[in-house]
C-alpha cells in the first residue's frame, strides 16, 4: 500500500474520529492504520470501537492494539477492574451500558460488552511495518533505520515529526484535545479538534 495515513489516539471522542476519517476520505486510495488507545478519557468508546470495526471490515483501516485496550482484556479476564478504572475505564463502562451502572458493575459489563468487540481486541496486532517504516502504540526504540511511528506519549498540541519519527498522541479525548493523522509518504499532518472540526497547519 503506497498511501497510508496513521492516526493517534482516538480515547472515547467519537466526534474527533468521525471528523478525521471524513476529512481522510478526500484522499483516494487511503489505507488508515490506527495506531491504538480508543477507549477511555472519551464518553464514547463504545460508538468508537463500533466505527473503527466498520472501518476495518472494509479493508481501509488496520486496527493496532494500545495499552488501555489491553487493561480492558486484563480487567475482563482477571476480574479485577481496578487498574482500568484509574486509567479513565469508567468512561467505557458507562458508554457500553448506556449510562446506567448497577451494584455488580464487572458481571453487567461483562453482559453488555459485545463479543464481536471483545473478539477484535483479542485479535489487534501490535505492530504494522513496511519496507521502510514501523509503527506501533508505544514508541520503538531507535534500533532501527525505518521510520518509526507512535501514540502514547503525549506530543502537545501538534505531532512530534522528525527525520526519524512522528509522535501523533495530541490528546484527543480530553477536553481541549485534537485527533491527528500522519500521512505517508508525504509526511503532511492532518487534524481535527475535540467536535471533528479541521484544523489548519502551519
Known amino acids: 500500500m503506497s498511501k497510508l495515513a ?4 482516538v480515547h472515547g471522542n ?3 474520529l468521525r471528523g478525521l476519517c471524513e476529512l481522510l476520505t478526500r484522499h483516494s486510495g487511503l489505507h488508515t492504520i490506527f495506531l491504538g488507545d480508543y477507549i477511555n478519557k472519551g464518553p464514547d468508546s463504545a460508538a468508537v470501537v463500533a466505527d473503527l470495526l466498520d472501518l476495518s471490515r472494509s479493508g481501509r483501516a488496520t486496527l493496532l492494539s494500545g495499552n488501555h ?3 480492558l482484556l486484563e480487567a475482563l479476564e482477571t476480574e479485577d477492574l481496578a487498574p482500568f478504572l484509574k486509567m479513565g475505564g469508567a468512561m467505557t463502562i458507562r458508554s457500553y451500558m448506556n449510562g446506567r451502572v448497577g451494584a455488580d458493575v464487572l458481571k453487567e ?4 460488552f459485545p463479543r464481536e468487540h471483545l473478539n477484535a481486541l483479542r485479535s489487534m496486532p501490535q505492530t504494522y511495518e513496511t519496507d521502510d517504516l514501523i509503527a506501533q502504540h508505544v514508541p520503538l526504540a531507535a534500533t532501527t533505520t525505518k521510520f518509526r511511528i507512535s501514540g502514547h506519549v503525549p506530543a502537545g498540541k501538534l505531532p512530534r515529526v522528525d527525520h526519524h519519527s512522528a509522535l ?3 490528546g484527543c479525548g480530553n477536553e481541549s484535545g485534537r485527533l491527528s493523522a500522519l500521512l505517508w509518504p508525504s509526511r503532511k499532518i492532518v ?3 475535540g467536535s471533528g472540526h479541521a484544523l489548519k497547519i502551519g
Open 6 to 9: 496513521f492516526v493517534g489516539d
Open 14 to 16: 467519537v466526534n474527533a
Open 69 to 71: 485496550e489491553s487493561a
Open 109 to 112: 459489563f461483562r453482559a453488555k
Open 168 to 170: 501523533l498522541d495530541t
Open 191 to 193: 487534524q481535527v479538534d
